[in-house]
């Protein structure tokens, strides 16, 4: 019996699509943003085939003024990208034949007779390469009609961006993951893909921001000692009205803390930063030490704990667990304080009075920083961007991390789910692959030498040194291995503070929508049955913030069947009285207003108007002009700035 091949066959849509990603994976020759965008337009609107029009029509087809399509013509001519030829007689004597040069975008479509074959398969490999290749499907669609102007009666009709807009997009969606965060594409990278300079791609992700393409980011930053990334991570509203039917929902769990509070890395400095003002050593710290920090600063840390939570299995005391865990920070502290690099780690760790916890000048220079915020030239600002926001990427990537950890392994997540204390272990950053985004270290060799003599205490040792002589090599490979080690324990410990004090709850929304479904279906079992918690397979992902948004924390669920986001608040409450664990009180579903998706940072501040795709009705198929004309007040404020 033969065997039944499948045979993807390709639409003119689709090969067009792979044309344009050719171009724009490599952006051939250094083209410009202007003769990028033309060369998508001649693809969208062409493909492979030849065209002949005036230039004047040819420049309103593809929406650039006919002056600079001269110029841009040329241009790309020059590059080798399209051929350009005069063939026709009398009136059609300077009408411009313009072909596609496709051998230059990839050298395997040289050949006319198996041009479809490689098509299909250069297809297959982006499907598998871009996580959200439908997305860039769609975007590479729905923008055909997009013209290059700064008019606003035309912007009006460009649906939701510019030209340069679009091009930052189609850079984003290509570095995205399944969920739609973006890592490492800053400024250099989208500047090299897209052609645009430094103001160009800056005024792009406002606009961006502005229509609610843009959900959360964490700020990019340098001077981080643990991680190499520089760039801000982006969260894409991937159910903005935009995507029509193709947009993908989820469900949204807020979870908000009592004031004071902020996240695990600043609460981290700040406490390191004690350890080094009160000049601890190893041999000094005892219990008393760690009761008097956790009484610092008006007892901060009961109110606002290193642990949120309480292990069922364990039943220990609840200022037990801060001494512990003040203890073994101070360990870390000084273990990675004595490390011999050259540039000391914990450097990445310094932190300013404002934003020190328990610096007692805290509340006073929050005040005197809003109110010079807006003075040019504060040389003590920090609001918080600046050094200060390597405490928010740090954060935030150790939670991306954390997240993808417990979305993998069901065995530690149904252990952290139940309220035990699991740990991430040195093979879950293993299986992560994300060594490459950790600080390559250059060791101290005078310390190196210095640590190797005080090893030999004895006569005895003293005497081996002729016998067993330094060996710089040997010391070199056996510290970098330890302070490698020792980071990455460090950062795994960080990790675990995030799993215990943001998703050990995640439990609980969960416990409460599985009790919501129960009840919508009128399925009156067993409550261990009927409220049983879907761990086998459950991926989520916790949404990136600033440093400054210290109020909440946000879960997402992708559900790729859903036909709206779902939206879900749960309170946690703590009572320093009690001098016990904080309880989630109350939770409930929501239906935020604008303002709410914004202080929970689930939208931009700067965002003008309601983006859920839920707002086009699932059975009309996505009308551009529809949505153009309800976006029309909107693209008119952006235009006119």
């Known amino acids: 019996m033969k065997k039944i091949i499948s045979v993807l066959q390709l639409s003119e849509e689709e090969k067009k699509l792979i044309l344009f990603l050719e171009l724009f994976g490599q952006r051939l020759k250094n083209i410009s943003a202007y003769e990028l965008w033309v060369m998508k337009q001649l693809i969208c609107q062409f493909g492979i085939d030849s065209v002949s029009l005036p230039l004047e029509k040819l420049a309103k087809q593809i929406g650039v003024q006919h002056k600079k399509l001269r110029e841009v013509l040329a241009e790309l001519e020059r590059v080798e990208l399209i051929e350009l030829s005069f063939p026709g007689q009398r009136e059609r004597a300077r009408v411009r034949h313009i072909k596609l040069v496709i051998q230059t975008l990839n050298s395997d479509f040289n050949d006319p007779n198996s041009l479809d074959e490689q098509l299909t398969t250069t297809y297959k490999k982006m499907q598998r390469y871009f996580p959200l290749f439908q997305f860039i499907k769609i975007l590479f669609t729905n923008t055909s009609e997009i013209k290059v102007t700064n008019k606003a009666e035309i912007a009006q009709q460009n649906n939701f961006f510019d030209f340069r807009s679009c091009l930052v997009l189609f850079a984003l969606l290509s570095k995205s993951d399944a969920f739609g965060f973006v890592f490492d594409c800053g400024m250099p990278e989208i500047m090299l893909c897209t052609g645009l300079t430094n103001r160009a791609v800056s005024r792009a992700i406002k606009q961006l921001k502005e229509v609610g393409m843009i959900r959360s980011q964490a700020n990019g930053a340098i001077g981080n000692s643990f991680i190499q990334l520089e760039a801000p991570v982006y969260a894409l509203n991937l159910s903005h009205a935009f995507w029509g039917e193709g947009a993908i929902y989820g469900n949204f769990y807020i979870?908000?803390?009592?004031?004071?509070?902020?996240?695990?890395?600043?609460?981290?400095?700040?406490?390191?930063?004690?350890?080094?003002?009160?000049?601890?050593?190893?041999?000094?710290?005892?219990?008393?030490?760690?009761?008097?920090?956790?009484?610092?600063?008006?007892?901060?840390?009961?109110?606002?704990p290193l642990c949120w939570m309480n292990s069922e299995h364990e039943r220990r005391v609840f200022q037990d667990v801060q001494n512990f865990e003040v203890s073994q920070l101070f360990q870390f502290y000084t273990e990675l304080d004595e490390l011999p690099i050259r540039d000391k780690v914990l450097k990445g760790l310094k932190i300013d009075g404002k934003h020190d916890v328990f610096c007692e000048n805290n509340k006073e220079q929050v005040h005197i920083q809003e109110n010079n915020k807006g003075q040019k030239g504060d040389a003590a600002r920090f609001t918080p961007h600046g050094r200060n926001d390597r405490f928010g990427l740090l954060q935030c990537v150790l939670e991306q991390?954390?997240?993808?950890i417990y979305s993998q392994d069901r065995l530690l997540r149904e252990g952290l789910?139940?309220?035990?204390?699991?740990?991430?272990?040195?093979?879950?950053?293993?299986?992560?692959?994300?060594?490459?985004?950790?600080?390559?270290?250059?060791?101290?060799?005078?310390?190196?030498?210095?640590?190797?003599?005080?090893?030999?205490?004895?006569?005895?040792?003293?005497?081996?040194?002729?016998?067993?002589?330094?060996?710089?090599?040997?010391?070199?490979?056996?510290?970098?291995?330890?302070?490698?080690?020792?980071?990455?324990?460090?950062?795994?410990?960080?990790?675990?503070?995030?799993?215990?004090?943001?998703?050990s709850f995640l439990s609980k929304f969960l416990e409460y929508r599985s009790k919501e479904e129960s009840e919508k279906k009128e399925e009156f079992l067993d409550y261990q049955v009927s409220h049983r918690i879907p761990l086998e397979n459950l991926s989520f992902r916790i949404m990136p913030r600033s440093l400054?948004?210290?109020?909440?924390?946000?879960?997402?669920?992708?559900?790729?069947?859903?036909?709206?986001?779902?939206?879900?608040?749960g309170y946690l409450e703590i009572c320093p009285l009690r001098n016990d664990f904080p309880m989630l009180d109350e939770i409930s579903k929501l239906s935020p207003t604008l303002e709410q998706l914004k202080e929970f940072g689930l939208l931009p501040v700067s965002c003008m108007a309601e983006t859920e795709a839920h707002a086009v009705p699932s059975e009309d198929r996505f009308d551009d002009e529809k949505l153009a004309h309800s976006y029309s007040d909107l693209l008119s404020t952006l235009a006119s700035k």
Not at 258 to 266: K, T, W
Not at 277 to 293: F, Q, V, Y
Not at 548 to 569: L, P, W
Request: charge should be positive.
């Open 401 to 404: 991390w954390c997240a993808r």
């Open 548 to 569: 400054g948004q210290t109020g909440s924390t946000c879960f997402f669920i992708m559900d790729r069947t859903a036909t709206a986001n779902q939206y879900f608040v």
């Open 255 to 304: 979870l908000k803390y009592p004031e004071p509070h902020v996240f695990e890395v600043q609460k981290i400095a700040s406490l390191f930063n004690l350890f080094q003002e009160a000049s601890l050593k190893k041999e000094n710290i005892d219990h008393s030490k760690t009761i008097n920090i956790l009484k610092k600063e008006n007892s901060y840390l009961l109110k606002d």
């Open 417 to 503: 789910m139940a309220q035990n204390r699991s740990e991430i272990r040195e093979d879950h950053i293993t299986r992560l692959d994300v060594r490459a985004y950790l600080e390559p270290y250059e060791l101290d060799e005078k310390a190196i030498q210095l640590k190797f003599n005080n090893v030999l205490t004895t006569q005895d040792q003293k005497d081996q040194i002729t016998a067993k002589p330094f060996d710089l090599g040997r010391e070199r490979t056996k510290w970098m291995q330890m302070s490698r080690a020792r980071i990455s324990q460090f950062l795994m410990k960080v990790m675990d503070l995030i799993a215990y004090n943001q998703i």
